[in-house]
């Protein structure tokens, strides 16, 4: 049974940081591809970051590009989201994700990923 665990959310101030964790069990961690997508109230879940199964390609999206970076430990079966000068506009649930793909390339596209954890809330105040 596939299980994704994310952990590392919370309240921070405008320019503060956070990490994410994610923490997957039941899989061959280091044959999937990850990433991180965040829904905010009211609004559709969309594309934060990614990472290839070695970790050699990673994407962002331009939101978060410059402030967000993906890495992954695969002897940990964990994939980290450090988050950097954070803005209320961050303010959401964020979700990690796992495909199983051979090629070491990331993807931001939802519809690819074929497990999800439940979610870590964050929260930037102003």
């Known amino acids: 049974q596939v299980q994704l665990v994310e952990s590392g959310g919370g309240l921070v101030q405008a320019g503060g940081s956070l990490r994410l964790s994610c923490a997957a069990s039941?899989?061959?961690?280091?044959?999937?591809?990850m990433g991180w997508f965040r829904q905010a109230p009211g609004k559709e879940r969309e594309f934060a970051a990614a990472?290839?199964?070695?970790?050699?390609?990673?994407l962002y999206a331009d939101s978060v590009e410059g402030r967000f970076t993906i890495a992954r430990d695969n002897t940990r079966n964990t994939v980290y989201l450090h988050l950097n000068s954070l803005k209320p506009e961050d303010t959401a649930v964020y979700y990690c994700?796992?495909?199983?793909?051979?090629?070491?390339?990331?993807?931001?596209?939802?519809?690819?990923?074929?497990?999800w954890g439940q979610g870590t809330q964050v929260t930037v105040s102003s």
């Open positions: 994700a796992a495909d199983f793909f051979e090629s070491d390339i990331a993807t931001p596209l939802q519809h690819l990923y074929d497990y």
């Open positions: 039941g899989l061959i961690f280091s044959r999937y591809r």
């Open positions: 990472i290839s199964w070695s970790g050699g390609h990673t």
